[in-house]
Structure formats: structure tokens, C-alpha cells
């Protein structure tokens, strides 16, 4: 099954394609909360949490000094494109 297009909202996108998304992106996702998803790049990490009404995605230390983390909050309504801009242009 193919993704829908990159400007459908992500509420339109099945659950596995949003799982295929996530895994493609590099994501893995925690075998025992299966609505938590892990992603590591060169200069940030972050979890990212698929919650009832929105995507949530909490870089860790990567407040000023890498002290603290900090936290976004997607809403489904928006497009898989504008979400995955955001999210994985890291914090």
C-alpha cells in the first residue's frame, strides 16, 4: 500500500503508513509502547509520540546549553509534508 500524498492530512493516513512514515525516516519504535517512536541524527535525538489528537516530538537536551529538552506538538490536520518538515528539521 502506497503513502497518500505528501499534502493529505496525516488524520487521512492509515496507521501502518503512518508506521511505514516513521520507519522510513529512520524512527524506531519502543516494543513495548507502541505509540512511542525514537529517532537519532548527528546533532539531535528525539521521541516522538503518536497521541490521540496530535504528533508530539520532545528533542532531548537540546534547550540552550543542552540542559533541558524541548517539546512541539503537531495536530493531525496538518499535511504529512508540513509535519515531517518540521519534525525531522530537528529542534
Known sequence: MALPT?????YNHPLPE???WLTNQGCQQ???QLHCWYIQRANWQAEISLDIEQLTVRYIKASEGGRGDIQRAFKYS???KDIEDAVFAGP
Not at 505528501?6 to 496525516?10: A, F, I, N, Q, V
Open 6 to 10: 505528501s499534502d493529505t492530512p496525516l
Open 18 to 20: 503512518i508506521e511505514r
Open 30 to 32: 519502543d516494543r513495548e
Open 78 to 80: 496538518l499535511s504529512r
